[in-house]
């Protein structure tokens, strides 16, 4: 059985999952190691959830193999050393924070005093309020409240920020930013790129049920940074995509749009192969677009 | 080293009074399950016990329902309560948050009964009250404490009907699937009025109803309709372990959701 001092908190080799028709995994392999923030990044139906679902022991894997700390995520003993944040459409709205807390502290065998929670959430002058007369954001921060009130070694955050406005988003980053400094191991799962930059040390990228890319956020965004090239042309996209540095086409229109590692080798082959081009734009790629292109799932619109 | 770490008792103890105590105050502050719970019995007894029991019968009336409308009320915990709650956990994603915490899972499921036995004594107690109050109703001291016992006791295999309701039906419809069964199955069973005003086919029907059993456990345990126990003990005890293999069934079928 592996020590407390073991450095891989998490892993999950070759797992694969199916609903129904819907291969959520495919052959997934993880690790989440002491220390560290992992940002799961991908669109929505990636497989995001179904990872932390079979980590809390929530679901069982169809094959490969799943364990925290060591143990079978369906033991108590992983759970009593874990906190999770999870996507759910509701919770017991008649009951105020403090009970809410008190409750899922008196789960864990050594939790954070009640008031160091309340405090740590942002919840201290609200703790007597009922869930259900709470702010998105406000609501938001007991979920992570119940996910830390146990003083966990490891946090598994399932879209914490989703539906959250700007600003209010940023204060959370803070709220977990404050837990990370305290050494805590943090899983994040997210599909914005901004907010896995802000917070993670790695960033795993995920689609259609296997990670397509895990790196350090500077190296996932320099992989993916690039320009974006415009214009009117008559020719195909096919012919197009198959340019040297092109990453991905999309058709706008009467417009092409062009992802690519460099803009000028492109745009010199695209002028020499179409003396009738016009309308030619370039500019540099957003993250969410860079995302997209990573992904390389060809979209119409950028949702 | 022992991979399982044992909770020290008082710490176990404290969960499961805490998780009770969550639960019962879910539904002390949710109207729409308290109102119907608490005071449909009352009202009914009020009607069928105090005002409309007089003349030569009268006393045997308000006696009548005072086991009738017992076993009425505490049925209610359990169908709204555990049932109609535990829907909600199942469908909406409570229940996966639980899962993810290390709480003992026995501790859901007995903090629930433990509510709806709260809820028991709160509405026995208030019967009583009436009984004695208003009805002029007398028994033995004996004889309370064996309505009580049974009335307490009795909401346990609603729990159990509640719960298997919960593992099957979709949060919404929750509500309206208890209502089709609460209130026909206590028409049907007699805790309104007696059985012999019913249809013949009727009073056949009624044996293969929980409530029923119920329902004769406490008249017999008031003296209304003196009867041997064990049958209907057994009856509730068969009529339990079939209600919890149909939710165990359900809960296999419809895991719990996000919602």
Known sequence: ????????????????????????????????QRGEVLALLGPNGAGKTTTVSLLLGLIRPDAGQVSLFGLDPAERAGRERSGAMLQVSR?????????????????????LPLEETLALSGLTEIAGRRYGGLSGGQQQRLKFALALCGDPEVLFLDEPTVGLDVDTRREFWNVIRARVAKGTTV??????????????????????????????????????????????????????????????VTRHGAALEILAARAEPVVRALLAQDAGLSDLEVSGVGLEQAFLALTRQPRKEAA | MNAVMTRPLSATTRTYLLEARAEFLRVWRTPGFVLPTLLFPLMFYL???????????????SLYALGGLGSFGVIGPGLFGFGVG??????????????????????????????AMMFSCLIAALLFAMAAFLAHVSLERSQWAALGLTLVLGCVPFCALGLAVGAWVKPQAAPAAVNLLYLPMSF?????M??????????????????????????????????????????????????????????????????
Request: charged share 15%; proline share 7%.
């Open chain 2, 194 to 259: 007696p059985l012999q005003f019913l249809p013949a086919f009727m009073q056949k029907l009624a044996v293969y109803l929980p409530t029923y059993h119920l329902g004769k456990l406490a008249f017999a345990a008031i003296g209304v309709q003196p009867d041997a126990v064990l049958p209907h003990v057994a009856a509730l005890a068969i009529f339990t372990a079939v209600f919890l293999l149909v939710a165990a069934r359900g809960y296999r079928v419809n895991p719990p959701s996000n919602g």
């Open chain 2, 47 to 61: 009607f069928f016990g105090v005002l409309l029991a007089h003349g030569a019968h009268g006393l045997q009336q």
């Open chain 2, 188 to 192: 049907l069973s007699g805790l309104w």
């Open chain 1, 187 to 248: 899983l994040l799962t997210t599909h914005y790129l901004e907010e896995a930059d802000a917070l993670a040390d790695r960033i795993a990228v995920v689609d259609h049920g296997t990670i397509i890319a895990a790196d350090s956020p500077a190296e996932i965004k320099s992989r993916t940074a690039g320009k974006r090239i415009r214009c009117v042309t008559g020719l195909a996209p096919e012919a197009v995509a198959r340019l040297p540095e092109v990453k991905d």
């Open chain 1, 91 to 111: 919770l017991p709205e008649v009951i105020t924070l403090r009970e809410h807390i008190e409750l899922f502290s008196s789960y864990y065998p050594h939790p």
């Open chain 1, 1 to 32: 059985m592996p020590t407390d001092t073991a450095q891989t908190i998490a892993r999950l080799e070759g797992v694969s999952k199916r609903y129904g028709a819907v291969q959520a995994l495919d052959g997934l392999d993880l690790d989440i």
């Open chain 2, 86 to 115: 535990f829907a909600l956990d199942r469908g909406l994603g409570w229940l996966q948050v639980k899962r993810a915490s290390p709480m003992p899972a026995t501790a859901y499921l007995l903090a629930k009964v433990l509510m």
